[in-house]
Every structure is written in structure tokens, then in C-alpha cells.
């Protein structure tokens, strides 16, 4: 499959979910601003925010606030959310970051370092997420 979210999508690529529903999937960006830092995206393939039909909007964004709300749960003081539409946009399929905050945690404008997850480290963010989001483990 070209789209690796679409693979991800339909369980033909791994990666640490947090959120599946039938309109929607979130899981972790696989380079992280910040530990916790999730990618919600649209189960169908659209590559912008402007392509997402009307009739999805309001799920889509539903899921939006509810990451949101889970990142704080876990300790974030609250969130930085973003969209890239076509520039800037590293996988062509609709995706919302929604990255953990913390005053003085040292994110400045929209330049920032990415980082990589330890061993366990992902699966660990995964799962409480998961928790907060009261998701049952979809993958084996």
C-alpha cells in the first residue's frame, strides 16, 4: 500500500494505537515532539483537511477533543494541535498532531527537535492512552 496510514488503517502496518473507531484512528507519531505527541487521522483516505467530507467533520474533531482532553488526563498542563495541509505535510493523508504541553517544556514556534521512543516507551504511552480513551488493545 503507497499511503503507510492507510496501512496502518487496515492493520497492514504496525503502530501504537490509542484511538480505533469506525470513522477514525489515533496513535502515536513514531518521532514525537514530546512523548504522548498523537496522530489522529480519518479511517478513509483524504490528504487534506479541505477533502474530509462534511458529514466527518464533526467526528473528526469530536476525536480531536477527546485526545486532547486524554493527554491532559495523563499529566500534560494541555496541548499544542496542529494540521498540515499538503506543505509541510510528510505523509499525503489527512493527520492531526496533537502533541502534550507543559509550560517551560521548551517547544518555540513551529521549529522544534524530534526525538525517538525507548525501548517499552511506546507501547507504555500507547496503552495509557488507550486507558484514558477507554480503548480496548485492537492489535496482537
Known amino acids: 500500500m503507497s499511503c503507510v496510514f492507510c496501512a496502518i488503517v487496515h492493520g497492514e502496518a504496525e503502530a ?20 504522548g505527541h ?13 477533502d474530509l467530507p462534511a458529514d466527518q467533520r464533526d467526528g473528526f474533531l469530536e476525536a480531536a477533543q477527546r485526545l486532547c482532553a ?15 495541509n499538503t506543505v509541510s505535510q510528510s505523509v499525503p493523508h489527512l493527520h492531526l498532531h496533537v502533541v502534550p504541553r507543559t509550560k517551560g517544556d521548551g517547544l518555540r514556534g513551529f521549529f522544534w527537535p524530534r526525538t525517538r521512543y525507548g525501548v517499552g516507551q511506546a507501547e507504555q504511552h500507547a496503552a495509557r492512552l488507550r486507558a484514558v480513551l477507554g480503548q480496548a488493545d485492537s492489535r496482537p
Open 70 to 84: 486524554a493527554v491532559v488526563a495523563l499529566g500534560a498542563q494541555g496541548s499544542f494541535v496542529a494540521m498540515n
Open 16 to 35: 501504537f494505537v490509542v484511538l480505533d473507531e469506525p470513522a477514525v484512528m489515533a496513535f502515536l507519531d513514531v518521532r514525537p515532539v514530546f512523548q
Open 38 to 50: 498523537v496522530l489522529l487521522v480519518p479511517r478513509e483516505h483524504h490528504v487534506t483537511l479541505p
